[in-house]
């Protein structure tokens, strides 16, 4: 399995090498911070390093930093954490701010993917209860960023906060949370070549936060449970790597040009929107989603038919759907997202492979079926 | 052996603080490291081998998990710890079932996460009953089956207290439980692994586990859900779907691989380990009552887990004897809130004074402690007892036969 090309970072990066050092000295060193004892304060030193680290990453202040277990949840603590009963959110979210706010105002999204800002303008000066504003940074299938400046000027002028989930754009675009503005943001860790079952939420300095995991007091009051200390120091070493890693930018630009110059018909999704360097969203028109997701696994490419939650049915896009995309076409968009170990050789297999896909399918009837 | 006797070396202090954390097990270490690197992928992912690999690892964990508390593995939910499984335990049950029922019933003596739950259910409007416990720390069932009306939807006892080790009556209780039509919850994070559990004979229907307490990693733990008859919650974290929908959030491979491992190595040893911790907790307390009078194990001492002791040395206080057992990490009080220096509310439960709460140490044993660290600790303990009694007016006072509780204490 070592020698096939894995390009669905998006849905898990594999740990950075100098996190996986870290966190096996963590895990031979034991102890839980909050003993006052030798072994305690060892365990102390991991989580307030990394604590400093993550703080970097987003140009955050360390006091502001909550450790969660992941994206998930810190996106769950920021929602219950704000105390906004009104609540507004992107139609593209991640189910796990969607389904956390079932009764949220939706703004919807352009044909590009990006949130339309004069329909949120309009929505949040239609009441004058203060709401929360949670819109993603870089969404998790298309990549494409949204434009928090503006979203965050709207909001503040109309009184509201703003949640921002940044788990897709932290360590691939530069994110600063008092550059931009915003109350809350969400991180995780195994996005970014961290460990799996580690995150944060920062809060900012001043921003209004209760908590809704209660216990021993850990992290201030504001996420209670003994601390995930080995993964917190894997997800500081990783972040403090992501922040001083490559731009994908240049390899994904030449694998987009290769896939359309095989399929001209192939629809790059949300291409015309600024998108964050590591995703392509793309359409094989007439070759479902699963097909292509299996003839390139067989290839040795992995790569996903959309967000890698639970799922495991074939479900529609809801991503694809609120940027106005048919539903025959959306089935056929595969997801490739690159990441830190990513190398052009990665690249030139998956072209290879969806181009052999293509001159099979193209010899068979479904073409054909598609030209009638 | 050799390999995991290794673990401490010389110029550390001796770790006896088990109920804080534990250290890991190299054996678990050793299964979860493929799932750190080369086998890192997703379990939610379905269109690729490195999803399949992981998500049978994660299922495989999941059958070990069940196995040591004898439940089916379906009923074995992932959570990031015992925190997270109580809050969810206790916070899904009352809301889910609120327009039917109302009432929650706990104990004096639960962990802070329990406590503080219950009591943010209160300012909802819930109804809570804190039963005390008689003076060894236990619950007493009479007091527990008159508390019990037709609007409690749940009884949240914990299996073992995490300062004072005693042991509840589970199938005892499990049995009111049941007879009455109400859900038994209990937080096992210091019991799972420690003691055997049933949640069959023992009739639980919810049960919180913790990776870190049993020889696993930190950040991952487990809350069993019964599935008949079945119990339902209301889910804190929503998103992706997985655990069946009851907890949200891609699952830590490498963390549930070593949860599981670690449930796997506690159904194997667990029986051998707790005779030989039992002989070790019985080593210490000789010793310390070879060499030291006044001294009081706080809390039941056969209704207990052999790893560990809690003890008063009277005349002595606490932070100081702390301060001078360097060599030792020990706790005054549980990990969380030991940062402050309240006398602990558990003691306090027990009707223990106020003087006596502030003397104590919690002391843990575990699978990695030696007789030798057994014997050092004593002779560290005696020591500076000894020394801090000789320089204690109090001590002095009580040599001599004066009643303290007779002194009225001038006020500054």
């Known amino acids: 399995m070592s020698v096939s090309a ?17 966190m096996v000295e963590a895990l031979r060193a034991g102890g839980n911070p909050s003993s006052v004892h030798a072994a305690g304060r060892k365990a102390r030193g991991f989580v307030e390093a990394a604590r ?85 940074s870089a969404n998790n299938e298309t990549g494409v960023l949204q434009p928090i400046g503006e979203v965050v000027r709207l909001a503040r002028a109309a009184g509201a906060l703003v949640h921002c989930d940044a788990v897709q754009a932290a360590g691939k675009v530069p994110v600063d949370i008092h550059g931009l503005g915003v109350d809350y943001l969400s991180l995780s860790a195994h996005k970014l070549g961290g460990p799996a079952g580690v995150g944060a939420l920062i809060v900012r300095s001043g921003a209004p936060f209760e908590t809704d995991r209660r216990g021993g007091g850990q992290e201030s009051n504001r996420r209670a449970g003994t601390e995930n200390v080995a993964g917190i120091a894997g997800f500081g070493v990783a972040a403090r790597g992501a922040s001083q890693s490559a731009d994908f930018g240049s390899l994904r630009d030449r694998l987009e040009i290769a896939l359309v110059q095989i399929v001209p018909k192939a629809r790059i999704f949300g291409s015309a929107a600024r998108r964050v360097g590591n995703t392509t969203c793309v359409s094989m028109p007439g070759v479902s989603a699963e097909t ?13 038919a959309g967000a890698a939650c639970s799922s495991g049915k074939v479900q529609r896009s809801a991503v694809l759907a609120a940027m106005g995309v048919a539903p025959n076409e959306a089935t056929t968009a595969i997801r490739i997202s690159l990441g830190w170990n990513t190398v052009p050789a990665d690249i030139d297999r998956l072209i290879a492979a969806w181009r052999d896909l293509y001159i099979r399918v193209t010899q068979s009837d479904i073409p054909r079926a598609a030209a009638a | 052996m050799t390999a995991i006797t290794q673990i401490r070396r010389n110029d550390q202090p001796i770790y006896l603080d088990y109920q804080a954390t534990t250290p890991m097990d190299p054996r678990v270490l050793e299964v979860m490291m493929p799932y750190f690197t080369h086998k890192f992928g997703n379990p939610g992912s379905r269109s690729h081998a490195y999803g399949w690999e992981a998500e049978e690892a994660v299922e495989k964990a999941r059958g070990q998990i069940a196995k040591l508390i004898g439940a089916d593995e379906k009923e074995v939910i992932y959570t990031s710890g015992a925190t ?129 307490k049993i020889y696993g990693p930190k950040g991952i733990g487990a809350l069993y859900v019964r599935r008949k008859p079945r119990v339902r919650l209301v889910a804190m974290i929503y998103g992706g779907g997985q655990e069946r929908g ?138 500076h007892v000894t020394k801090l009694r000789a320089m204690s007016p109090l001590w002095e006072m009580a040599q001599e036969g004066i009643d303290l509780k007779s002194i009225e204490w001038a006020a500054h």
Not at chain 1, 122 to 133: I, K
Not at chain 1, 292 to 304: F, H, I, N, R, T
Not at chain 2, 193 to 212: T, Y
């Open chain 1, 6 to 22: 894995y390009l669905d970072h998006n849905a898990t990066s594999p740990l950075r090498p100098e996190a996986f050092e870290s």
């Open chain 1, 52 to 136: 400093r680290q993550v703080a970097g990453l987003v140009g955050a202040l360390p006091g502001e930093v909550v450790f969660t277990s992941g994206g998930t949840e810190a996106n769950s603590l920021a929602l219950s954490g704000a105390g906004r009963r009104r609540v507004l959110i992107s139609a593209v979210e991640h189910d796990s701010v969607s389904r956390t706010v079932p009764d949220a105002e939706i703004i919807p999204v352009d044909g590009n993917g990006v949130v339309d800002l004069a329909v949120l303008e309009q929505v949040l000066t239609t009441t004058r209860e203060p709401a929360l504003v949670s819109v993603m």
């Open chain 1, 292 to 304: 292509q997701v299996m003839a390139l696994d067989l290839a040795g490419v992995c790569v996903s």
């Open chain 2, 84 to 212: 997270e499984s109580n809050n969810l335990a206790i916070r899904g049950v009352a809301e889910f079932y609120k327009d039917r029922k109302n009432h929650i019933i706990t104990t004096v003596t639960e962990h802070k996460c329990v406590l503080d739950t219950c009591r943010h259910l209160e300012q909802q409007g819930f109804e809570v009953t804190y039963l005390p416990v008689q003076q060894n720390g236990l619950l007493d069932l009479d007091v527990l089956r008159a508390a019990i009306t037709d609007k409690t939807v749940l009884v949240s006892v914990m299996a073992v207290n995490n300062e004072i080790g005693v042991i509840q009556p589970l199938a005892e209780i499990g049995k009111i439980c049941r007879e009455h039509k109400v859900f038994f919850h209990t937080d096992a994070a210091q019991a799972a692994g420690k003691i055997p559990l049933d949640v069959e004979a023992m009739n639980i229907d919810l049960m919180s586990i913790s990776g870190h």
């Open chain 2, 246 to 383: 009851f907890r949200s959030g891609t699952l830590p491979t490498p963390l549930c691989v070593g949860l599981g491992e670690a449930c796997e190595i506690a159904t194997k040893e667990m029986g051998a380990e707790a005779k030989r911790l039992a002989k070790l907790q019985e080593r210490m307390l000789k010793g310390l009552r070879a060499k030291l009078t006044d001294i009081v194990v706080n809390g039941d001492l056969e209704q207990r887990i052999p790893g560990n002791l809690n003890i008063s040395f009277a005349y002595v206080e606490g932070e100081s004897l702390m301060m001078g057992i360097k060599n030792l990490s020990v706790s005054s009080g549980s990990a969380c809130t030991s940062a402050s220096l309240e006398p602990s509310y558990v003691l306090r439960a027990l009707g223990v004074e106020e003087e006596m709460a502030h003397t104590s140490l919690r002391i843990g044993l575990g699978r990695f402690t030696t007789e030798h660290e057994v014997d050092t600790a004593v002779d560290e303990l005696v020591r």
